[in-house]
């Protein structure tokens, strides 16, 4: 039967934390590390040359039939892109070009300084994450069990996700929720969330620090796959997300109405992982007594059942909360403030009952909401008919607020001050254009028998597509086609031969 608040409810064993590895930023925590130091354990050398590979590859095909040739992207080239989508989000326009334009309304020197705009909007639409090859062999599979959906995005996918993984150690509290991704893209695996701010986009199942929103694991939504276990996708998203070897033992998970159900909850206890989380009353499992709660209940009245290791909790507020949990006991003398009408009409505030799930549930529930909310401040993502751009775009800000939280968890450590997400932001994208500028990031020099360090040019226009020179740091529209470095080759200043004499 559903008991009240005054009978006693025997506490359950307390869960033990026992993690793998020590809590908090997986890195040496006495040195001190820059905001590109930071975004590059995400986007790794591995990374970039991924992505420089495969989009020279799509934008040499793509050329074949236009009269203007492929110029090669460089590492060099994918650091200035990334830093000005990064730019692109703290300064949000309408269109991508009203940031090259030199009008007074529209006078904006930072992007022209990084890269020209043909040259951006030509790695934008060349932009791949996969080999084009390889992509072809995966369609002909359409329509069998071997078709990947998301093949386009695999190897950055993969790569992002293991750097979210390293890292990273989860305190004890964690969530799992859905995040929505807008697209107005066509594709097959589209969501509709009705209660999300983002109505129709791309659907990512989240796994994330409570204390500090820290990105630790997710997948994307495409449907049915696999095979299924039986009781229900919520389910195996949950079982998916915490298929983490190094994860450990005794963590406390914080889940919405989707995911609970009492074979979810009993299935992580024999993982030695802790749940709770609001609940349906016509879930599977669900006590079937009636409870004894009238019409007219008082605010803060408290009805519980137990069953076994479950409790099943029902709290009246403004209306009445269902919960369900496997670490709580069903009330432990906690207060929460209301405010309240008197008989005058004047407010007051009172104080009524609230159950030790409700409170811990509202305190460490909203982990993905943290990290949806710091995403969202600065948000990178453009208009684009290719979703995957769109994922892209996306794995941008992850790997930028993850950078962020792990900035915080050091200084944290280090008694150091913080700053804000903003100006984090803003020295990574001065870090980022800086990093291009001097070459840092260039392809490594060789040289190549038999051609010997030829110039060439960027474009066939010797206005288009010019890079600042890493010698005199004037824009130049040559280059080493062995070295790869950008070199002013005039009559007024011969910046080529002054390199390479010096670089012997």
Known sequence: RWRNIDEEDAEPPQARFRPQRDVGPQLNRTASYTPLELFQLFFTTTVIDTLVRNTNTYGEKKCQSQRESWVPVTAADMYSYICLVLYMGIVPLKTLKEFWRGSTLFSLPFPASVMPCRRFLAISRSLHMNDPAKEA????????????????????????????HTHFH??????????????????????????????????????????????????????????PTGKGISYDAVMRLLNIPFLGKG??????????SPALFLDLLKKKIWACGTIRSNIAGYPKEKTNMPDKTPRGTIRWIRKGDLLFVKWFDTREVTMCTTMHKAYSNDMAKRKVKNKDGQWTVKHVPIPGCVKDYNKHMGGVDLSDALIGYYNVLHKTQRWYKTLFYHFVDIATVNAFILHKEMCKMQNRPTGTQKLFREKLILSLAQNASTGEAAVAECDVPGLG???????????????????????????????????????????YSKWHRSNN
Not at 192 to 214: E, H, M, Q
Not at 251 to 260: G, H, I, P, Q, S
């Open 137 to 164: 062999a995966n369609d002909q599979k359409k329509g069998t069990l071997g078709y990947d959906r998301l093949f386009k995005i695999k190897p950055l996918y993969e790569q992002i996700l293991e750097a979210c």
């Open 170 to 227: 989860p305190h004890q509290h964690i969530s799992i929720d859905e995040r929505m991704v807008a697209s107005k893209a066509r594709f097959g695996f589209k969501q509709y969330s009705r209660n999300k701010p983002t109505k129709w986009g791309f659907k990512l199942y989240v796994l994330a620090d409570s204390i500090c929103g820290y990105t630790l694991n997710f997948f994307v939504y495409v449907g049915k796959d696999g095979e």
């Open 453 to 495: 360090h030829l110039p060439a040019y960027f474009l066939n226009r010797a206005t288009a597509g010019r890079r600042s020179c890493v010698v005199c740091k004037r824009k130049s529209p040559v280059y080493c086609s062995t070295c790869h470095k950008t070199l002013c080759f005039t009559t007024l200043r011969n910046c």
């Open 251 to 260: 963590y406390k998970l914080y889940v919405d109405n989707f995911y609970t």
